[in-house]
């Protein structure tokens, strides 16, 4: 069994996640979730999918992107 690294459960399902080099130990996605993905810089969600990014600046969504002023995104092409 192995330690998940955000709320310390030690559980026989536990996985491994390899990001930039460095091993970290989980026990659900939830807690992998919270632990890896970036922040949207307007609203502050954790974004699970793609995203988007605009020089090294992450936003959940359009919308987002826009009330930061940033122009460009569409939802569909």
């Known amino acids: 069994m ?3 690294e955000v709320c ?3 559980y026989d399902k536990s996985f491994e996640v390899l990001m930039n080099g ?3 130990t989980f026990d659900s996605f939830e807690c992998a ?3 890896l993905a970036p922040t949207c810089k307007h609203c502050g969600c954790r974004i699970m999918g793609h995203g ?3 020089e090294g600046t992450y936003y959940c969504c359009r919308a987002c992107a826009m009330q ?3 122009p460009g995104f569409q939802d569909r092409l």
């Open 52 to 54: 988007l990014e605009d």
């Open 2 to 4: 192995a330690r998940c």
């Open 8 to 10: 310390g459960n030690d």
């Open 22 to 24: 460095d091993r970290h």
């Open 68 to 70: 930061e002023g940033v």
């Open 33 to 35: 979730v919270h632990a």
